[in-house]
């Protein structure tokens, strides 16, 4: 049943992404008028985010990360693993090089089967590209101990259901107020840039007929 799914995603992610639709509606709004413009005066850079699928007893599983707090922008955040590409790298290298510095996955037990729609993070003037992926093995991870608190090992059919989006009043970067739809993941508040990207994967696996 897991390969058939997988086969049927990899084929579904060759054809035209919701793009747009599912980002917007995950979109945060700012409550008031203190959110301030933020402009860049250079190109964004190319990033890559994974989303790595496996199986445990029937349910298909993908690793989220909770960065730790500091003085920045993504400060104690969940997010996929990922981050900015280097030189030299396509999007599914930064992202697999990526995955295996924060926890700790070779590449070679993973096998990508697509992507979803380019993402622009604002605020990191970072273009994402989120990879798709599958592990062909049982995962150990192995937090990197200075880019990782906690290892939150996600759900898709939690995405799946009817109330899984909500929506509460986020403080970002301990200053802004934003009204945020978000996934509740292992008792996490999963909003922002990476929950946006989640919208669009659970769209992609609604239709391909996922409940």
Known sequence: ?????IENLTKRLTLALPSALAHDA????????????????????????????YEVEG???????????????HSGQISLPGGKGEHGEDAIETALRECEEEIGIPAH??????????????PSNVLVTPVVATLT?????????YEVVRIIKGD???????????TTEILATGKYRMQAPYFEIENEIVW??????LNEFRLVMQEIGLK
């Open 137 to 145: 093995s049982n995962p150990s991870f192995v937090p990197d101990p």
């Open 192 to 197: 922002g840039a990476t929950a946006m990207m």
């Open 26 to 53: 995950l979109r945060a709004i700012p409550i008031g008028e203190g959110i301030p413009k933020i402009e860049h005066k250079t190109p964004p850079r190319a990033g890559s985010v994974l989303i790595l699928l």
């Open 156 to 166: 898709v059919y939690d995405l799946m259901k009817s109330d899984a989006v909500r």
């Open 1 to 5: 049943m897991y390969s058939r799914l």
């Open 59 to 73: 349910s298909i599983k993908f690793p989220l990360i909770k960065r730790p707090e500091y003085n920045g922008i």
């Open 109 to 122: 037990v993973i096998k990508v089967i697509g992507r979803l729609s380019e993402f622009y993070v604002i």
